[in-house]
């Protein structure tokens, strides 16, 4: 079933995106929780990491490679955070796996 990553990736409902490849889209989160949050999506539907399989290691990687270059695009490449959640307790709330690019204030540490 197709989540509202999925429809974002379809082109059904807009983002503001920051970056696009074949296997990746990254754009601005809806309730940014700092300066700069990016959310960085792989466009084949992985629900999270703990659904992840080895083959999906390469786009992951990737994941985290567009997260530096982003950093450096968006002028915070001195200081910032990505991170991923998985599964209901770690916060999920969308079950199409993204990495949360955070930065542009000092970040507290993790709860
Ligand atoms: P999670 O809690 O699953 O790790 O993070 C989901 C993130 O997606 C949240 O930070 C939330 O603000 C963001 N989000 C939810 N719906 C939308 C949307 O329609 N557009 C955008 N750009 N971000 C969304």
Same mark, same amino acid.
């Given at each position: ?9 379809? &082109? ?9 490849? @074949? ?6 989160? =809806? *309730?940014? /929780? ?16 703990? &659904? ?9 990687? @990737? ?6 270059? =982003? *950093?450096? /695009? ?16 770690? &916060? ?20």
């Amino acid at each position: 079933m197709s989540t509202v990553f999925g429809q974002i990736i379809e &082109g059904k409902l807009p983002c503001k995106k920051v970056f696009e490849n @074949e296997r990746i889209l990254a754009f601005h989160d =809806i *309730a940014p /929780q700092a300066p700069v949050h990016v959310l960085i999506v792989p466009k084949k539907l992985i629900p999270n990491l703990a &659904g992840a399989s080895d083959e999906d290691e390469a786009v992951l990687g @990737e994941c985290l490679t567009v997260a530096r270059k =982003i *950093a450096q /695009q968006l002028g915070i490449q001195n200081s910032y955070r990505v991170i991923t959640n998985s599964g209901k307790e770690s &916060g999920q709330l969308v079950y199409h796996i993204h990495f949360h690019l955070l930065g542009g204030r000092p970040l507290g540490a993790l709860g």
